[in-house]
């Protein structure tokens, strides 16, 4: 009998479960036609994701397999393989051992026999390579990240300010990147994604261009340019988001597609006429961070199954509301992420689609062809559907369709703009929903913020005075008289944040399950006091709530909860 360890990677991803023969006979058919290996292209067609070949090839070839992000890079081991050396072979020095003369080098395919030979040839006599199987994507980012593009920026300049042409710069793909203006604009969009900006700004003023990005929603000044770059940059951006390079003085839309470290990433591109020209913000599409598992979301247990329980409902209106750039539709995402199944017809409306998803049939709203949300839901509903997620209740009509297909047995979910999940109830009236409708047709409602994460590393811990035990809810003093002694954090900074103090971001969150006593509520027009209590009661937990339970747990600062959150009914 066969070792399973022995069998071909396509039936040992069958036995696993994990492909069906019907997707294997696919790719064997693209295989023919494109002379790729069976593991990138059934990662290409989204039957597998990078992780479970990486796996399943690792257990074949009884070698150890690594996740590159979870692995320190030592800088002696990139110095001993050029950056072209390492793009041409997609491979990634990790660290190299000392006392045993052996360098632990990352690779996608450590069978290439021809590239391991290349490298030891050029390697100092006496050290030896021990592969280690890793993503080819992770392998690409780490090139990209290790390597720096940073002064890959400074090179293009200079050479755009002195007509020098910088090899260094061009890397291994000077045919491609011949144009000095199409490498700077592709390593400031690479550099964006690198240091994990939502978004680019591109801002000129009478003498200068502003380069911010946004970064854990604050806004930072990454360069400052002369403006004569800008028309030939601005020129370069409509070029690849697809837009009318003659059009200067109306506000145009595009989008960007380009592979940065292995992956896919997209790019909202926006241009509006300023004073002083054409401002471009492009916001970052990046599909690995849109899609977050549903125990990813920083949910306390409680809430989590209390999320699970409302998802499981099987029709009914689920809504997630909040302001522009508090993580809506990455939330969706992972609920949808969650329940994608075979089993179940998903359908999403969407203006525009965001991150596309594997089996979750997609739908971008189309003004000109006349399908906005509303008659994109009636459109939908003759296609079979269990799930429908329409991307934003704008008006009567569409509130008004989605509640129609919350009763005639489909499960909803859509997001809403106001500031709390109890606000819902008196937006969805405002915009002329009946409140006997809502009443059992509302599932619950998520309200969320995000707030910047404490950096680890230089967050400093103090002692709680009055004012903010107080907006901690809790006793200033002890059952002995003495101040209470609370431990929180605030921000310092270090290198290894950019010295802002925050790395990262996390959700607070408040979830709203309907009960039928709020659902009594709703239907005889009850204030958002009384629903607020009849919640209260029930043990809803508010942003505030969630906020300062961060806070607590030293996740994050009162200030920056402060800063999405209005703290001040704690003081009354």
């Given at each position: ?85 390492a ?24 069978s ?26 992770d ?14 920026i ?48 591109f ?78 913000v ?11 598992p549903?125990d ?107 509640f ?10 859509s ?8 606000g ?42 009055g ?46 399950k ?31 709530d ?27």
């Amino acid at each position: 009998m066969v070792e399973q360890a022995k069998l071909p990677l396509g039936k040992k991803l069958i036995l696993k479960g994990v492909i069906s023969e019907d997707q294997l006979r696919i790719a064997l058919i693209e295989q023919k036609q494109r002379n790729e290996p069976l593991g990138k292209l059934l990662i290409t067609l989204g039957f597998v994701t990078e992780a479970t070949v990486r796996e399943a090839l690792s257990e074949n070839l009884n070698q150890q397999s690594a996740d590159l992000n979870s692995l320190v890079v030592d800088a002696i081991a990139l110095q001993l393989i050029p950056k072209e050396v390492a793009k041409r072979y997609r491979v990634f020095p990790i660290v190299y051992e000392r006392h045993s003369d052996n360098l632990i080098l990352a690779m996608s395919d450590t069978s290439n026999i021809v590239a391991l030979d290349q490298i030891s040839a050029m390697l100092v006599k006496g050290i030896t390579v021990t592969p280690l199987l890793v993503n080819e994507s992770d392998i690409q980012r780490a090139i990209d990240q290790y390597y720096g593009f940073e002064l890959s920026i400074d090179g293009i300049l200079h050479e755009i300010e002195t007509g020098e042409v910088n090899y260094s710069s061009m890397g291994s793909t000077s045919d491609e990147y011949s144009q000095p203006m199409v490498r700077l604009i592709d390593a400031l969009l690479a550099d964006a994604v690198q240091n994990g900006a939502s978004d680019l700004h591109f801002e000129p003023e009478q003498s200068f261009l502003r380069i911010r990005y946004r970064i854990d929603g604050i806004l930072r000044q990454i360069r400052s340019l002369h403006k004569s770059y800008w028309p030939a940059m601005a020129v370069r951006l409509k070029v690849i988001s697809n837009m009318n390079i003659a059009e200067t003085r109306a506000p145009q839309d595009g989008r960007i597609s380009i592979k940065f470290s292995g992956r896919q990433i997209d790019f909202r591109a926006s241009a509006q006429p300023t004073t002083h020209g054409e401002n471009f913000v492009l916001r970052v599409l990046d599909r690995q961070k849109g899609i977050v598992p549903l125990d990813g979301l920083g949910l306390g247990e409680s809430e989590l199954s209390l999320l699970k329980l409302m998802i499981a409902r099987p029709d009914g209106v689920i809504l997630v509301t909040g302001p522009t750039g508090s993580g809506k539709t990455t939330t969706l995402y992972s609920i949808l992420n969650h329940i994608n199944t075979e089993s179940v017809n998903i359908m999403t409306l969407e203006d525009p689609v965001e991150y596309p998803m594997n089996m979750i049939r997609q739908t971008s709203v189309n003004e000109s062809a006349k399908m906005g949300f509303a008659e994109g839901i009636r459109s939908m509903m003759r296609q079979d559907p269990d799930i429908i997620l329409v991307g934003e209740i704008r008006d009567k009509e569409t509130a008004e369709m989605a509640f129609s297909a919350a009763m005639t047995g489909h499960q909803v979910y859509s997001t809403l703009h106001t500031n709390s999940a109890i606000g819902s109830v008196s937006r969805l009236l405002d915009i002329g929903i009946l409140p006997d409708i809502m009443a059992g047709n509302i599932i619950g409602i998520v309200a969320q913020r995000l707030v910047r994460k404490l950096c680890p590393h230089c967050r400093e811990a103090f002692s709680a005075d009055g004012l903010e035990l107080r907006l901690l809810g809790l006793p200033t003093e002890d059952d002995a008289g003495k101040p209470n002694a609370q431990t929180i954090y605030r921000a310092v900074g270090c290198e290894r944040c950019s010295h802002q103090g925050y790395k990262g971001r996390i959700a607070i969150i408040e979830l709203l399950k309907m009960t039928p006593a709020l659902d009594e509520l709703m239907a005889r027009r009850a204030s958002s006091r009384e629903l607020k209590n009849a919640a209260a009661a029930g043990g809803f937990h508010s942003l505030v709530d969630d906020g300062v339970r961060r806070v607590i747990e030293g996740v994050t600062t009162l200030e920056e909860v402060s800063r999405v959150v209005d703290l001040t009914d704690r003081l009354s």
